[in-house]
């Protein structure tokens, strides 16, 4: 048979001091491993932003040797469109580099006139020379547009 005996009011306030301890660890490990889930978290879309970042500079040095691409083929006193040419940008982009592509594709007769056709492909990175070797922090984009010259 058990006899249950009653707690002295010394004994109980120990055992309750002794409960909450055990809670406030609780709570306290329960914080640190949200808060270590948190700066994970934030480390992850911080290195997202940091892709997209570079992903939208690649786009712009693409769409400048786009302009370069459009103003050689159809404003130039002559046509020029080479097979392939990298530049190297300058300013904000100069850290980056665009390999612009030309082809003929084609002329045809319009009246008097025979407007020529161009295809212009873009490719812009943060390599020496584009497309580049792929790895963390590279990034690239690739941009085409045609170009008539009448």
């Known amino acids: 048979m058990v006899v249950a005996r009653a707690l002295s009011p010394g004994r109980r306030a120990r055992a309750q001091r002794g409960v909450a301890a055990v809670l406030v660890m609780a709570a306290t490990v329960g914080f640190a491993a949200m808060a270590v889930v948190g700066v994970a978290s934030m480390q992850q879309q911080r290195q997202a932003m940091d892709q997209l970042w570079l992903v939208e500079r690649a786009r712009a040095a693409a769409r400048a040797g786009l302009a370069w691409g459009r103003w050689r083929t ?30 003929v594709t084609g002329s045809h007769i319009e009246g008097a006139a025979t407007p020529t056709s161009y295809r212009l492909e873009a490719t812009g990175c943060n390599a020496a020379s584009c497309p580049g070797a792929t790895g963390p922090g590279y990034a690239e984009a690739v941009e085409v547009d045609w170009a008539l010259r009448p």
């Open 74 to 103: 159809t404003r130039a006193p002559v046509a020029q469109c080479q097979p392939a040419t990298t530049l190297t940008l300058s300013g904000t982009l100069s850290a980056w580099r665009v390999t612009v592509r030309c082809s």
